[in-house]
């Protein structure tokens, strides 16, 4: 391709500028070298491939592990008259053929492929009759065994360097802390390739995160407010999937399931749907990647508590892709860490579980965490930020400590009344004066502690219990139903020689009582326009069979709203307007605004 890569940028995808390194990598590349990236989700990581592979001689490769996520890109990069596609189980064998004709052809500028078929014997021999750009390893963590989404197949692209050794590989990554990223490096044969690090933070991202009550009656609070928005729901198994998706149904939410027990058709139908904005909720398990390249996801909620941080951070990266305020909510269940402790715990790979330990460990200090929870995200990845966010639950709502020292001697004294044999809710039920026929049949009804606590209730205790637990005065044994002990540590409170605090619970109205204001940076725009706008693309997608970012993103329908361009050469000022957009779907949309103000000049 002719020109400069500034170029390309503004007549092929639209954009006036390139984001921090961005420039650098595609240059970089352009040269033949390589290079190793690390972006946040929706920091532009495809452009330091998509570029140079338009401005280099012969194909780029493209290494994906989801067959979802290279639809999505192969999509976009159509919409944008690139010449894309992918090669995967999904395709019937004509169509397969006709990509392989392609290729040979001499015909794309970007091919999209899952590790193991691309390095099979017989397709890397077919590379070498072909002219390649470039090899882009994208979602590089999986390479490494320190990775969350830990895959053998990836393994085999560290032979790459040397069946290809002129060709410039790039590797990238939106969730790799120290450990993996070094692994990457090593098993790519990169370790003297630069490292682009533009850092994880993801501020236009609200976290927020409410310890579990009721979860399905606090998961449609959240939801009811947030009614126009398209959003995924995270769960730990299938089985809760299905029964969270079909309540939600029932409760008159557009919702569908989607996880690996389905049929792939069923999966693509799904998706599909959700995609073009006929389903407006997706309801997943943690375990299994999405892949979805949706730009307007307005929010994540996680119905159970992820293994690790990096899957929560890129699983709440899906929302907000466009730049535009978004949500991530996290039900914090400490059954849930039993759950996933146990599961863990089930690998032969004695080096593996202390890793899985060590991550899920982490992500149980983030969610209980009572200061700023971006500084502790960031903090994982080895980034640091010099102040609150402004932007979470605890920055937004700060807690309010107070003194719990003598309701937690009551606590402990009252589990070793029961004889440290009992789990939490029976030592609640001690307590709280319970009349139930278990209590009485053991007689401890008759204990010192029996009703001591009946001015409390049972979340209060519930809450005070973990508190005791995860301050090491007690220990509570997962392995023997969850019976709780006495730590040495627990004398000291006991005698007096210690107080001890606790926050105030988080309640329900921390989180449903706000949504967030859509905004394109600090544009305010019309918000009449807006939703106009937003059915003309759904419209256009469907006649088109893509879904509606692939025309344009909600930032790029925010400007249109906020600035009114009635002209072609004010529509290819507005954010994500290529050469290619702005011949096809320009007139629609310039019509639509045109009748919008037609409108309000005739209201005047």
Known sequence: MKGSPLATLGSIFGYEAFR??????????IRGEDAFVLMPTGGGKSLCYQIPALHRPGVGIVVSPLISLMKDQVDALRACGVKAAFYNSSLQSAEARKVLAMLHGQELDLLYIAPERLMSEGFVERLHDIPIALFAIDEAHCISQWGHDFRPEYRKLGRLRGLFPGIPLIALTATAEPHTRQDILDRLALQHSPCYISGFDRPN?????MEKQKPFSQLTAFLRSRSAGAGIVYCLSRKRVDSVAEKLVEAGFSAASYHAGLSAQQRKEVQDAFLRDDIRIIVATVAFGMGIDKSNIRYVVHYDIPKNIESYYQETGRAGRDGLAAEALLLFGYGD???ARSLIEKTHNPERMRIELHKLNAMVGFAEALSCRRRILLGYFGERLERDCGNCDICLHPPELFDVTEDARKALSCVYRVGQRFGMAHVIDVLRGSK??????LGHDSLSTYGIGADKGQEYWAGLLRHLVH??????????YSVLKLNPSAGGLLRGEETLAMAQPRVKEAVTSRSPRLKAGDIEYNPA???RLRLLRKRLADSAGVPPFVIFSDTSLAEMAAFLPTSSEAFQCIHGVGTHKLKRFGPDFIGEIRRFVEGMQEEK
Not at 205 to 209: G, L
Not at 436 to 441: A, G, I, N, S, Y
């Open 436 to 441: 139930k026929e278990r209590v009485l049949q």
């Open 471 to 480: 301050r090491g005065f007690l220990e509570q044994d997962v392995g023997n």
């Open 529 to 531: 326009l807006f939703e």
């Open 205 to 209: 991202i609200s976290y927020t995160v």
């Open 20 to 29: 921090p390194h961005q420039q650098e990598i595609i240059e970089r590349l």
């Open 337 to 339: 860490i039993a759950v």
